[in-house]
């Protein structure tokens, strides 16, 4: 029964609003709401999750009760009244890494970042970032391709892992083999001596138990770490099915955004343990030993040999070509440099238009384009946000900085020679340059910390790709492709049957090497001991990059300046 002189409250339900009017659609204050007043929402309080009209916004920042409460205004507040999906609903689980007693509630699209209200706050506003409420957007995720990809990315993570243990397995049992061998060795060579040389012997069988030990010890580990990776992924696997099957979208949503930083760092784990190297060894007996008897002399030495895996029998399709040409572009593509910042986005220095391009490899699309007043010859990565580009000309390497879909140029450093090769890794640079011919490595400030210039090793120095232990450069005046380590020391040369250009890195620890006059790509085992062609009939490729994610090598050819041509290497 309504009393007489007061007008009846009027009470909305988001769940209820029917569409169809303006202002049904429209994001209204919610306090207001209560009483009957439907007014547009000014801003919107995290803590009360509640939309608010100018008034309550400015009443809100000053009652004692809520003037603390965290405030967004209108281009950051949430725009819809409701969950996209009627089971959605806005109960969140998951604390932000940086503010314990805060919630994920958002998405930075720029950042690639889950983000409470404090971080929208204070790191990600709406003038600088483009941020989502994620009850906005998480709908889109139930059955959608991310939750697929993430799948199988985690199906992908656990199989390398279980290979690399299988590998690991293999390489110790090598290792322990050629210890049983040098022992067996060691034995031969005992029997020739006299009583005086047990001591000896027993002090060399110690030496092969204490490596036996450690072998198994690091076997052990890398078992232990490759089973929880395992057990990992398996148990966030089961999480994001079970998200799935149950519609819970803001789960599913944060567990797939968290999911790929962690499927990154695991796969940075298990490139480390890739990089465990199992030495093998053979007895060298100490020939003096024979007449010097009475003398304290070594009965020889456990001698190392680094052991690296096997080529692996690889099968060649040729995938698909993208076209890179665009309407700035006054002449055809000339292809000298590659880099991939991500399994979708590779990144191209075309020399032909004096140009960096970024390439969306899902769109096979060109994303944005850089022009330079001088040529681009090669491109590397410094991080996920900025490259580095050589322009030999200029003896300078031009830093740029990566957007969504925009490149921009920053600062340059200025180099004593003719720049060409680069590739960077953690702190550091590696360049080559071809007047005069020499290797430096520099800090990305500039600073030289080695330089490596022999006629004897060095003539045109093209390309370089580097890892964590060594260096590898082609060079197509020698022939050759030398491996250094950090300190400029050569530990490996591979005589290349023609003129080698550019190279890139498997995940392996092999190095995909282009043959331009011989229309090939050749795989060489990481310590230039052996390589087999992997891919033929690719007319004069000059640039190579490989995507260990998809198992494909991204090339130039000269016959189809234009386009990238990709191909698929079975595993």
């Not at 209820?16 to 049904?24: H, K, L, Q, R």
């Not at 989502?132 to 199988?152: A, C, F, H």
């Not at 910042?341 to 990144?347: E, H």
């Not at 190095?511 to 891919?535: A, H, L, P, R």
């Amino acid at each position: 029964m309504a009393v007489p002189g007061k007008k009846a409250t009027k009470h909305f339900s988001s769940s209820t609003i029917s569409i169809g009017s303006d202002e049904d659609l429209q994001v209204y204050c919610q306090p207001c709401d209560q009483d009957g007043s439907r007014l547009p929402a000014y801003g919107y309080c995290t803590n009360c999750s509640e939309h608010l009209c100018k008034t309550c916004y400015t009443l809100h920042r000053k009652h004692k009760l809520s003037r603390d409460h965290t405030l967004l205004d209108k281009t950051s507040m949430p725009q819809t009244m409701s969950p996209v999906t009627p089971t959605q609903s806005d109960n969140f689980t998951k604390p932000c890494p940086k503010h314990n007693m805060e919630m994920i509630k958002f998405y930075c699209h720029d950042h690639k970042a889950l983000l409470c209200s404090v971080c929208v706050t204070l790191e990600h506003t709406a003038t600088s970032c483009q941020v989502n409420y994620i009850p906005d957007i998480s709908g889109q995720v139930i059955n959608s391709t991310e939750y697929q990809d993430i799948l199988k990315k985690i199906d992908d993570m656990t199989e390398k892992s279980s290979k690399t243990l299988q590998d690991m397995k293999k390489m110790n049992d090598k290792s322990n083999k050629s210890l049983t061998d040098a022992l067996s060795e060691l034995k031969t060579f005992r029997s020739k001596m006299n009583q005086r040389l047990d001591e000896m012997e027993r002090q060399v069988e110690e030496a092969a138990k204490v490596i036996q030990k450690d072998n198994n010890k690091n076997l052990m580990k890398v078992e232990t770490e490759c089973g929880d990776v395992s057990k990992s992924l398996k148990s966030s696997s089961d999480a994001i099915k079970h998200f799935n099957a149950s519609k819970k979208g803001n789960d599913l949503f944060i567990e797939l955004k968290h999911m790929e930083q962690i499927i990154k760092d695991y796969k940075q784990s298990i490139a480390k343990l890739t990089e465990y190297k199992v030495k093998e060894y053979n007895f060298e007996p100490n020939e003096a030993i024979s007449n010097l008897l009475d003398k304290d002399e070594s009965m020889g030495t456990l001698k190392e040999r680094t052991l690296n895996p096997d080529l692996k029998s690889r099968q060649c399709s040729h995938m698909d070509k993208i076209c890179i040409k665009t309407s700035q572009d006054n002449h055809e593509c000339t292809i000298t440099g590659m880099t991939l910042l991500s399994p979708d986005l590779l990144i191209i220095t075309d020399s032909g238009n004096s140009a960096v391009k970024m390439v969306d490899m899902s769109k096979m699309s060109v994303l944005a384009q850089q022009c330079f007043d001088s040529t681009p010859w090669e491109v590397t990565s410094v991080s996920q946000n900025e490259l580095a580009v050589t322009l030999p000309c200029n003896q300078t390497i031009q830093f740029l900085s990566v957007s969504s879909n925009n490149l921009k140029k920053k600062h340059t450093l200025k180099v004593d020679g003719t720049c060409h090769g680069i590739s960077c890794h953690k702190d550091k640079m590696v360049v080559s340059f071809l007047s005069p011919a020499k290797v430096q490595i520099l800090l990305i400030n500039g600073t030289v910390l080695q330089t490596i210039q022999d006629d004897n090793i060095f003539i045109n120095p093209f390309y370089i790709t580097t890892s964590d232990n060594c260096i590898y450069v082609s060079d197509s005046g020698m022939k050759t492709i030398t491996k250094l380590n950090w300190q400029c020391e050569v530990k490996g040369k591979y005589v290349c049957k023609d003129k080698p250009y550019g190279l890139t890195m498997s995940d392996d620890g092999t190095v995909f090497v282009c043959y331009y006059d011989n229309n090939t790509i050749e795989e060489i085992s990481g310590d230039c001991t052996k390589g087999q062609v992997v891919v033929k009939d690719v007319p004069g490729p000059q640039t190579v990059v490989w995507s260990a994610e998809t198992c494909t090598l991204f090339t130039s050819s000269y016959t189809e300046q234009n386009f990238i041509k990709i191909f698929k290497l079975s595993k």
